[in-house]
């Protein structure tokens, strides 16, 4: 009956793996409550799975769900025609209240992503792009810090983004593909996909309480191009697969999710690192070839083939923008990693390999005592600088050191 | 280069009929003077003529749009999931301040219609379809009628509507068929779209002039099943084409617009009316035969061949939702009229024809001292009651009666 549905570009994927990844979304995912408020974002090229996500929350028992689509045309259109550069940062009061009400009221979102694909900002002045702040605006990331909303962010692919990720395949070949991707990184294509996350989220488990059980002073990564030091609070608390809001709600906030992580000491960084994979920023840039140096936590120099105009007008955001937030460990069991593709997007690259992130450290991931002391900013950027040719040690408090990945396997 | 686009199912129209029309929307409908914030809204299925507005728009110098898709069919999935019908009135609070800010701000609106399909909810409980209140919230009435922004409201033709217009056509042609329509209707077709509009603006405001200087007392129609007087205020006054903000900006809020109208008194309909043409209702519902009984200002009876719940739950809101806000005339020249079509879309079926509105009046037809006298409502449902064979007579204040329509032709 939807005409518009069914000439949509996501009839590259059958009407029940669409039903299939909503229910999943919101209910491993965002674990929507009854009565809840359920923000569900998008694109409009992201119609059918808003919409069979807007339906999964309603069975669900939401009260409310308020499907926002933000359209990444309408933000290029305005950084065109831009009359100058300051021009850019206004956004209407109503945007930034709307986002601190959802955690305000303690609601529920599901958040498609990538909202910005890939690509489509790629011809216009980087400084530019990076000043347009929507639609990640600071209040996002403020609500997701303060840990009031259960949500969730997946993949949701579509033709911009997937021509981006396949570019050698007919437009219809690269969609129907990046379904593909996604079903498997998301483990839609097994027999229960709820149950196959909860497996994993027991095997994550593992080397996540051996870390915080032993309590290392630092972490070393040597490879090519990576001779760098990381250094823990002793209260650094590491986390995986699962959150659990402010009012006890568990979810998922990433899916796929592979990723063990913990924030760092940002007073102690010292070294050279180089990344392993492309980083696509939240304002649509790409940086490719990034290589950073650390003096006493500190990012001193950071240099990139591409991209560094847009990242280092994030960097000049706050202090603590050059301070690192977060550390991640990724082994080689990640479906994701195990694609091989670089898939243009920070949410599924960053759970191909380990990362850093420059910016706001998560609150839970240090002990009471000492959270005064991790990092906080604005910002919050995951660039990936592992793989199997990296290494990872840890460094005890008694000067010993422990292999912790070797070849992509835990070593621990 | 966006396949999203390309594979649109606007894709029935030439991209540079899109921006033409998107050129007039936000020139000559909305006129977007430059700083201003502008409200673009559609539905997902209007995705390309949003994206033109915006652009339009950011050309006319706006400091801001608010591109706002509606999605009717996340509507419909509340709809059909609600636990209990009272469930379907809760709107967050930040829905509601946001249109009120709209107001406050003194922003440009650009209104894409139908952003509720006909059709799509007719398989639905007529008074659960009623119930629930978006996209028309009392806010947007309320702004509308304190005239703080400057806004049109125009016809953008989607697959679902497409169907329900040209149910006889297949999809791709019905849609090609809508936008020829549209084309027409709204003077796309003429060389200079905006110039054509300025001529039939001048020619409207002919009888608009003569009705203003007579003063008449009141109008009687007379035809197949209708024999109505209604009363008019010493200080209705009659408005066409275009209409004026507190703040001085000169907009169409609808395009196409054919009609002249102005409020009556609200104590004074006395007769019955037959609908001349079927009316769908902002929920979504479709009335047909409609047969309304007035005494004494009131709506005493009303009956339908279809719709009668939903009209009904309407005309229950409040105490003005039974009385009229605004008599309407519609000459033989206008455009939509002649194409003897039902658009099923209120917008465009009220300017094929004379017509009255339950609830609420347009504070400006009325002069300020009976402005209190003047109708209110939270609704204002617009039924067309004109046609050919309509006769529309004027009563003046001394007794004598004058014909103002005979055959669709101004008598005056």
Tied chains: 1, 2.
Excluded at 112 to 123: C, E, I, M, N, S
Excluded at 159 to 185: G, I, Q, S, Y
Excluded at 349 to 355: I, P, Q, R, T
Aim: charged share 25%.
């Amino acid at each position: 009956m939807d005409a518009s549905t069914q000439t949509s570009p996501s009839g590259a994927v059958r009407a029940e793996t669409i039903t299939r990844y909503a229910d999943l979304l919101v209910r491993l995912g965002a674990n929507v409550q009854p009565g809840q408020i359920v923000e569900v974002a998008g694109t409009p090229a992201h119609a059918p799975l808003v919409r069979a996500a807007a339906d999964a929350a309603y069975r669900a028992g939401a009260r409310y769900v308020d499907a926002r689509y933000f359209d990444p045309q309408v933000r290029r259109a305005r950084i065109v025609h831009a009359p100058a550069a300051e021009a850019l940062e206004f956004v209407p009061a109503w945007e930034r209240e709307r986002v601190l009400a959802l955690g305000e009221e303690r609601c529920a979102r599901v958040v498609l992503t990538p909202l910005l694909p890939p690509g489509l900002f790629d011809d216009l002045d980087a400084g530019l792009v990076a000043r347009e702040p929507l639609p990640s605006l600071p209040e996002s990331l403020q609500i997701v810090m303060a840990e009031t909303t259960n949500w969730t962010a997946a993949p949701a692919p579509e033709p911009l983004w997937a021509t981006r990720v396949h570019p050698d395949l007919p437009a219809d070949e690269a969609l129907a593909r990046l379904w593909e991707d996604v079903e498997h990184v998301c483990r839609l294509d097994e027999p229960d996909p709820e149950q196959a996350w909860r497996t994993r989220f027991a095997q994550l488990a593992e080397p996540t309480g051996r870390l915080n059980e032993a309590r290392f002073d630092a972490l070393h990564f040597r490879g090519p191009g990576t001779d760098l030091t990381v250094g823990l609070f002793p209260t650094s608390r590491w986390t995986s697969g699962r959150a659990t809001t402010v009012a006890g709600i568990e979810h998922s906030p990433n899916l796929p999710t592979e990723e063990l992580f913990t924030a760092p000491d940002p007073s102690r960084a010292d070294g050279v690192v180089t990344s392993t994979r492309p980083l696509v920023l939240k304002s649509g840039a790409r940086v490719d070839g990034l290589v950073v140096r650390f003096e006493g936590g500190r990012a001193v120099d950071v240099q990139a083939d591409a991209g560094l105009d847009a990242l280092r007008a994030l960097l000049g955001r706050d202090e603590g923008a050059t301070r690192l937030g977060e550390v991640a460990l990724v082994d080689g069991d990640s479906r994701v990693g195990a694609l091989d593709t670089v898939f243009w997007s920070t949410l599924l690259d960053e759970n191909a390999a380990s990362h850093l992130a420059l910016g706001h450290a998560y609150p839970r991931t240090v002990g009471e005592g000492e959270r005064q002391r991790a990092n906080r900013s604005e910002i919050h950027v995951d660039f990936m600088i592992g793989g199997d040719d990296v290494e990872v040690t840890a460094l005890a408090r008694d000067g010993s050191s422990v292999p912790v990945l070797r070849g992509g396997a835990w070593a621990l």
